[in-house]
Every structure is written in structure tokens, then in C-alpha cells.
């Protein structure tokens, strides 16, 4: 399989890992000439342009997109159209129409769209969507989710404040597909409405809170952004409440934060007995070798995204769930412009 790779920041991370996987990268695109430099040392015979275009008229089968947060969409859209499969990182569209046409290049290409959204694959998450699936949680009730970053108030101000950067220009809410997305995938639910708060008025860009209602009743709660106390390996935390049980990740430093404790409480279980326990993900390994835990969920995705190119096997995260979970940071920002008043998120589902 014949890649490109489009932003080569977070891009030369993942580069690394298609490689690994058993893809070739054949090109790359950076608008900034030192990360282009940075890059040659691990992409030494690959051809480095200045220009996202140049690598449409190239023979690839795929491209992966992890330039700008903001600017995903129209790259996906452009390279849609020749028949590329696109594997797309962070927001996937930044508005309701970008989507409708995003969706529509995707549905009416030969190739196929898939969301890079490493976070559904992380090991927490998928020993409790493996919960979730046998049955052991009931009926979800509450579900919800974290990312969050602790940080200094000066590398917040430097990271938020940089005028060069995408953060820049993008609303308290628009980070939330990290949070988002497995809660979409762990329920099998769409957005419906989103009522969104800032978690600090005095700090109104650094963390925002949203308030969820899903189409299967449940409600999600959803945090990102900038507080302090965060476990350091993976910024991640997801909680499931339903009518038989919880679970939930731990909070925790290090290897502990990957496991999940799930309580079933005494009149759930046929002994009569409350039961507690904590669930350590199994080890997950690549042609034999270990993988880190904090990079599990994009060897996942990028094992994804092989096979779909390859085998025809369905993206793992495809568009129209890309494009929910993107419009709900969307919802969100509507919502806290208008003094946290509810926003109706558009349907996207599939008819």
C-alpha cells in the first residue's frame, strides 16, 4: 500500500507506524520547511513538497491528513474525488455544510474515509466497550469522558496564545473528538443536543464541559481541555454507568491508568454478593514485539486502515460518525455563544 502523509508534525509519528505496518510511504507535505528538515532523517528517500496538491496527481492509495486541526475536510474531499482513501486525524469537518459535502464526496467515491480517532482503541476504552457488548453493564444510563492536560498557566498561555497556530482559531469545544467519539463507539449513538459550559470563566478558552443528550436516551458528559490533577500517560478517563453495573477506567499514573474497575452491585448477581473487580488490558503486540500502551490506538487505526485498503474491510471510524462526533464541538461553541443554551446537533445517522 502506496501512502502519503499530509503535516508532519503528529504525521511523522504516524508515518512511523505505517511503516510498520506493513504501508509505504511515498510522499509527504509540510508548509514548514524545518519540520521538513526534521523529517528526512526518518523519511531519508521519501519526497518532501511544500504543497498538499502536489501529491494528487501521484499513484497512492491512500493519504493520510494530519495538517491543521481546522483544515481537514477539503484536502479529504480533494483527494476523495481521485479515488484515494484518506485517513483523517482530529476534527473532521469544522461546520455543517463542510460535512453534508464531506459525506457526499465520501459516499459517492470509490475509495473510502476513515477517522483517525486513536482514542476509540485505547486499551481502557476497549475493555469496557467489551463490558458494554456482553452485556455485563445493562442499559447505559450516564456515560462520561475526559481529556484533559495539566499544564502550567504560562505553556497554556504559549500554547493557546500563539497566533501561528491552530489553536489559535479554534473554539474552547472544537477539541472534543477524543472524548466524543468513544463515547459514540461504546454506545452506538448518535448526538442529538449538546449544552455546553465553560469549566472557568476566567479562563473561558482553557476547558469546557458539554452536556450530551444521545439518540438512545443516555446522557453523555464530556470534559477537555486544560485542568490540573490529570494522570500523565494518557490524559484520558471514560466512565459507564448503566442499569446493571459501572465501569470505569482508573484514575491513576502510569500502567494503572489503562485498567478499568467495574462494580456490579449485589441484587445484580446471582450469588447475592456485590462484585468489584479491576480489569488489566492484555498486552498487545506487532510481528511479535510489544507495543506501548499510549500508542496501541493508532497501531489499531492504522492496522484499520490497511485492511480497508487492502481487504475491503469497513473504516473503522467512517464518516458520518467522524462527522457527528466534529459537529458536536461545532453545537457546542453555538451553545456557549448563546449563554449555554441547549443546540440541536444535526443528524447525520444513516437512513
Known amino acids: 500500500m502506496r501512502i502519503g502523509v499530509i503535516g508532519l508534525r503528529r504525521g511523522l509519528f504516524l508515518a512511523g507506524w505505517a511503516r510498520r505496518v506493513g504501508m509505504r510511504v ?3 507535505c509540510d508548509r514548514d520547511a524545518d519540520r521538513r528538515d526534521a523529517a528526512r532523517k526518518e523519511l531519508p528517500q521519501v519526497p518532501l513538497t511544500d504543497r498538499w496538491e502536489d501529491l494528487l496527481d501521484l499513484r497512492l492509495d491512500g493519504v493520510v491528513l494530519a495538517n491543521d486541526f481546522d483544515a481537514h475536510a477539503p484536502l479529504a474531499i480533494a483527494f476523495l474525488e481521485r479515488g484515494v482513501h484518506v485517513l483523517s486525524e482530529c476534527a473532521a469537518c469544522t461546520g455543517t455544510e463542510e460535512g453534508r459535502l464531506l459525506v457526499a464526496a465520501a459516499e459517492r467515491s470509490t475509495a473510502t474515509y476513515s477517522f483517525a480517532e486513536n482514542y476509540v482503541c485505547h486499551p481502557h476504552v476497549r475493555v469496557i466497550s467489551e463490558a458494554v457488548e456482553a452485556g455485563e453493564v445493562g442499559r447505559i444510563s450516564l456515560i462520561e469522558a475526559d481529556y484533559l492536560h495539566g499544564m502550567s498557566p504560562e505553556d497554556i498561555i504559549g500554547l493557546l496564545g500563539d497566533s501561528d497556530s491552530w489553536r489559535a482559531r479554534i473554539a474552547a469545544t472544537a477539541y472534543c473528538t477524543h472524548t466524543v467519539s468513544p463515547v459514540l463507539a461504546v454506545t452506538g449513538a448518535w448526538p442529538v443536543e449538546v449544552t455546553a459550559f465553560r ?15 444521545l439518540s438512545t436516551g443516555a446522557l453523555a458528559v464530556t470534559r477537555h481541555g486544560f485542568l490540573q490533577g490529570e494522570p500523565d500517560s494518557h490524559w484520558s478517563w471514560l466512565s459507564v454507568r448503566g442499569t446493571r453495573a459501572l465501569a470505569e477506567s482508573v484514575r491513576a499514573p502510569g500502567e494503572r491508568s489503562w485498567s478499568v474497575r467495574v462494580r456490579a452491585e449485589a441484587w445484580t448477581r446471582d450469588d447475592g454478593v456485590t462484585h468489584e473487580e479491576e480489569r488489566v488490558p492484555p498486552p498487545f503486540t506487532l510481528r511479535g514485539r510489544p507495543v506501548e500502551r499510549h500508542a496501541e490506538g493508532t497501531v489499531r487505526v492504522l492496522q484499520a486502515f490497511r485492511a480497508t485498503m487492502e481487504g475491503g474491510e469497513p473504516p473503522l471510524v467512517p464518516v458520518r460518525p467522524a462527522v457527528a462526533a466534529s459537529l458536536v464541538g461545532v453545537a457546542g461553541a453555538e451553545s456557549l455563544r448563546n449563554g449555554s443554551r441547549p443546540v440541536r446537533v444535526p443528524d447525520f445517522a444513516p437512513r
Open 26 to 28: 511515498v510522499a509527504a
Open 199 to 213: 469549566a472557568d470563566e476566567a479562563g473561558p478558552d482553557q476547558a469546557a464541559v458539554m452536556v450530551v443528550r
